[in-house]
């Protein structure tokens, strides 16, 4: 059921390609322009992989975008107010998001806060110790960063896509074909009966959170390094940007049902609007109401979709 | 005439709850219904309170109305229900979830709709009504620090509040010491009194008669007899509500119970010993503790017992999964192996005969009957010594149940050790070795289901005979 939803997702990105290409020709359908969306759609298409989880656990995580800047704001402190290693910023920045992810899983798990409530705070912690950190400044990653940076020998550019793209592989399987992921799927069907059942029903929505902590880092640790900034006030309602790609993607905000695949497909859709909107006349204004409608349509057209099938 | 039934049936499901039932309840009366769990009794006062909008059946009342659609028109007809759940607003105080929906308005013989609520008025007139219950506790105590007792009588209050003329309570003494049920029959008076009547629903077949002048038996969804309650006696009454023939008990494989290793030995209100082998009966009346037990046990012993809870759809059920994903919960091993599972559910679905194209379909599209046999299988693949069943039956028609009964039999004669909670009795007795009578969250006594019939089961659950007295002789006998 759920692939048929990440078949449609897809269908929906191919036609929106198809359908920017047709209209903007090769100044949209180029190679540099595809990793450039590719390359900004990591930014909140990695953390869309967490909130597809907890989402599916039957929770909601708030703390998405707040978690972006505290990583971004962390791994630049390091870099360049400190002047430590590259690698020992990203590992940092990492860690902040794991931390804000367990304090989250902490209220949730341990305090029997509701999901929503507990993000709610964890997200103010988050952008309030960001702007403790950086007292009002910026970090300036770019100018330390050697220009012809290639860890592994890959362009610098190329990372946030294959980090997004692997991750989304490797967290795609954990949902479909580990006991974990079933059991995060069976909390979020139905808490209780999960509870009867013998899954450590308090276990499994902590991994969601603390997950779901760690890849919104990554997402502000590739922010830091391929954008060059850490910055307090960066990814300021994104978390909403990647709920609603995971939603798109499959996931159902009533627990139970999401996948990890078409959430980055639903973040990608996301990703082609922003970059495609500014180019059409009149476009970058209208492109939040765009991206709001194009949630609305694709939500309720799987509504209606699978209420036919039901009725079939 | 204050309410004239006629040929009223309600269906649930596959379940016929009500079948058929005619009753009159005469003005100026209080009248009583009795029977077993499941006999149909709730049933009856929720359509007369509206809640039940699917019934078929003709229902007059006084006036001549027909029965309530809803809560609000049940209201406004001066029907005034207090459910056996005690469903309260925890953040409300005891007064406003009294007048809750009747506030009274400012503009004097008005009911506040959007306007103001005359709080004077409307403290004044909850105080009154929780008195009159018999409450002891300050009207604006917030319901989440009463206790069972004090929300029941807020509960009474609450229908008492439209000043009904008829009155509804379903089991509403079984929350209350002697003195609190002597002052709520005192209201039921009171309402017949003044030209209402009252309707009332009890386990306590003595205090009944008692204090009812008429009394009507149900029994699986019919009625079965009406009459005065001082003429009756209550072994009479306990005979009329079992009534049917019970089943003669099939041959056992198994040699003697009871010649098994001890594999469950529990310490509690409820202690228990259950042999290798063995089928343990729990019964008692709704709230005597049965459920409480069997949660308690399957905490105590993570990963050693297997507990298949009741309310299947609640705590049974994830309704997002298919049947094989339903049954494999918690998923063996870390990585799942989904050729397994598919070839184990075919085994499981064999074995117990789950009526389902194959173990990918959704859980939703089965009956209930084959429902619950996949949370049998669930509770079989995981290979406990220990299978705890909490009404395994509820809700299943006759045909499944049979089934279900074979596969409980089976897993015993396998060697596994059965506790069973059922509010069916002719199962109980069918299937246990012997059966643990629960009464107020404790053990009451022992039955042996070869010498022993309903008739016990139901004096020690109800503590007819005085109470503790049938309990140590059956316990000792």
Request: glycine share 12%; net charge positive; proline share 4%.
């Amino acid at each position: 059921m759920t692939r048929r939803r990440e078949l449609g997702v897809l269908l929906i990105l191919v036609g929106e390609l198809a359908l920017f290409s047709a209209l903007l020709g090769s100044s949209f359908a180029n190679p540099e322009n595809a990793g450039l969306i590719v390359k900004y759609t990591a930014i909140f298409g990695i953390a869309a992989i967490g909130a597809s989880m907890v989402i599916a656990s039957g929770g909601i995580d708030l703390s998405p975008g707040a978690v972006i800047a505290l990583s971004s704001v962390v791994t630049g402190h390091w870099f360049v107010a400190t002047g430590g290693s590259i690698e020992a910023a990203c590992a940092l920045g990492l860690a902040s998001g794991l931390l804000v992810g367990a304090l989250s899983a902490f209220l949730i798990v341990k305090a029997e806060l509701p999901p929503f409530i507990a993000t709610l705070g964890t997200m103010g912690i988050a952008r309030g110790l960001a702007f403790v950190v950086t007292e009002g400044r910026f970090y300036d990653l770019s100018s330390r960063l050697p220009r012809d940076a290639a860890p592994l020998g890959l362009d610098l550019d190329l990372w946030p896509g294959l980090l997004m793209l692997g991750l989304a592989a490797v967290f795609h399987a954990l949902m479909r074909r580990t006991a974990l992921g079933r059991h995060i799927l069976a909390v979020g069907g139905n808490e209780s009966a999960a509870f009867h059942a013998g899954v450590a029903v308090g276990r499994v929505k902590a991994v969601a959170y603390i997950a779901a902590g760690g890849l919104s880092s990554l997402s502000g640790v590739v922010l830091a390094v391929v954008q060059g900034q850490g910055k307090a006030d960066l990814a300021t309602g994104y978390e909403l940007d990647v709920i609603a790609a995971a939603v798109v993607g499959g996931a159902s905000l009533s627990g139970g049902r999401a996948s990890v695949a078409g959430a980055v497909f639903g973040a990608l859709i996301f990703g082609v609007l922003r970059n495609a909107l500014p180019q059409i006349p009149g476009g970058t204004f209208a492109d939040r109401l765009i991206l709001g409608l194009a949630v609305l349509i694709i939500v309720v057209l799987d509504r209606v979709a699978s209420r036919r099938r039901e009725s079939a | 005439m204050a309410v004239r039934v006629r040929g009223l049936s309600v269906r649930y499901g596959a379940t016929l709850a009500l079948d058929g039932v005619a009753l009159d309840v005469a003005r100026g009366s209080v009248h009583a219904v009795v029977g077993e769990n499941g006999a149909g009794k709730t049933t009856l006062l929720r359509v007369l309170a509206g809640l039940c909008p699917g019934h078929a059946g003709r229902v007059v009342l006084a006036g001549g109305a027909a029965a309530p659609r809803n809560p609000g028109e049940a209201r406004r007809l001066g029907i005034g229900l207090a459910e056996q759940e005690i469903e309260v607003c925890p953040e409300l105080r005891a007064v406003d979830q009294v007048t809750l929906g009747l506030e009274p308005g400012v503009r004097a013989g008005r009911r506040a709709r959007i306007g103001w609520i005359d709080r004077r008025r409307q403290n004044e007139r909850a105080a009154a009504l929780l008195e009159r219950v018999g409450a002891r506790f300050p009207p604006e105590t917030p319901l989440q620090s009463l206790g069972a007792t004090g929300r029941k009588q807020v509960q009474i209050a609450r229908a008492l509040a439209g000043d009904p003329r008829l009155l509804l309570l379903d089991e509403p003494t079984a929350a209350l010491d002697a003195a609190g049920a002597a002052i709520v029959v005192e209201v039921l008076r009171d309402v017949a009194r003044a030209g209402g009547a009252a309707l009332l629903v009890s386990h306590r077949i003595d205090e009944v008669l008692a204090c009812a002048d008429v009394v009507s038996i149900l029994r699986d969804g019919r009625h079965v007899f009406t009459g005065p309650a001082r003429e009756q006696r209550a072994d009479d009454v306990v005979r009329r509500m079992v009534g049917r023939e019970i089943p003669a008990r099939a041959a056992r494989a198994v040699a003697a119970p009871g010649d098994g290793d001890v594999a469950l030995a529990w310490d509690g209100d409820v202690p228990l010993r259950v042999r290798r082998g063995e089928v343990v009966g729990l019964a008692g009346l709704v709230g005597a503790g049965r459920s409480e037990t069997l949660e308690a046990i399957a905490r105590a012993h993570p990963g050693r017992c297997a507990l298949v809870p009741e309310e299947r759809a609640r705590k049974g059920l994830v309704p997002t999964f298919n049947v094989r994903e339903n049954l494999f919960l918690p998923a063996p091993g870390r990585i799942l192996r989904r050729a397994r599972e598919r070839a184990d559910a075919d085994g499981w679905i064999a074995r117990l005969g789950i009526r389902v194209r194959s173990g990918e379909d959704p859980i939703a599209s089965l009956s209930g009957g084959n429902q619950q046999k996949v949370l049998l299988a669930r509770a079989l693949a995981r290979r406990t010594g220990v299978v705890l069943l909490d009404e395994p039956t509820q809700g299943v028609d006759v045909g499944a149940k049979a089934e279900i009964h074979a596969c409980i039999r089976g897993l015993a004669d396998a060697g596994s050790a059965v506790v069973m909670a059922s509010s069916d009795l002719p199962e109980l007795l069918h299937l246990a070795d012997r059966i643990v009578v629960l009464r107020e969250g404790r053990s009451c006594g022992e039955v042996d289901p070869t010498r022993a019939g309903e008739a016990e089961v139901i004096a020690l659950a109800t503590g007819l005979d005085g109470g503790g007295r049938a309990a140590d002789g059956a316990a000792h006998g």
